[in-house]
């Protein structure tokens, strides 16, 4: 222990979120071939992680992994008046750069913008554009993530990386880590700003932004990027080279979920290997607008569904405007409440006598 102390590590202990294949196994409900099987698939992967951060150390290549914080609910109090009032969903999604260690937290609450393709596309393709931007020299791109649909596996994902491949001449390999073990760079930044986070009073989205910045101070502080609803843009609208990511198209064919690895072509091809070890295999276009023209392309600003007839664009609006309402009330208000007043208890009331009104 005092070797681990020296060395400032410690060891990692699993909680709740445990391998479902390692735990069968460990009951009993697993042969110890189908464990074998298992173990070695996370064995590949790590040595294959382990080629490509050597490979992305000569600078050519840009080597990130991505993953999504959990979900953190805003306002943050000890307060009891406001655990039975509904809080605001503030999501926060991570780019790690595994050679630099740069962390970019993409921030945004739920009034700015929801979790589907599109939202989690545009963090994705803004940033590498970024990136080659910044250093010309890089033309091959390589993404770990874990495989979940809406964020990294799906249609819409796959046809806007092929897309930015088209126009800025790069290749993009995208690799997924095996379920249950997706243990990656991306789990620090995470781990750091809940440390910084627990037991904090927080009222505002902007103030949890704050503190993400401030979670980590070596190597650097960690980015922020507070984005609004429109810094989203719509890749639902793309020309889709791509209409279906299933490899096989009969039962015992290879599916979605066997995808271990991507490689996305500037000739606008996508390939795929279900196995880390074998070569890339070319995903099949089920399409009749298989050359679709993607060089022209330019995303527009991400339209979001209503909800209870009002639109994301109005609820937004509506929340600016308590905010700053709450700020100037908030002292006057203060002076003649006993309990301890939170931002979200207000709005509560606020929001009864502003909707009543609207209608
Ligand atoms: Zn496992």
Redesign the pocket.
Known sequence: MAVLKKQNCCIFKPKNDM????TSYESKNLTQDQYDI??KD?QDMRSEKLIDIENAKSGLHLLLCIDMQAVKLIAQTNANATYYKMKLQVHNFTIYNVISHESDNFVWDETDGTLVASTFATCIIKYIKNSIKKSPNIHHIIIYSDGCFYQNRNVILFNAILCLCVQENITVEHKYL?V??TQMECDSTHFLIQRKINKRQINFPSELSGLIRESRKNPFPLKVHHVDYKYFLDYESIPKRYVSIRPGKKSGEPTVNMIRALAYDPSGIIYYKTNINDDYNVLPQRTQQKNRDLHSYIPKEYQYPKRNGNTCRNLNFYFRLTATAFMIIYPLYCRFCCFQMNYFVFLNQFNLILFSRIK
């Open positions: 391998c479902d294949t390692c298992h173990r996370i095996i249950g073990h």
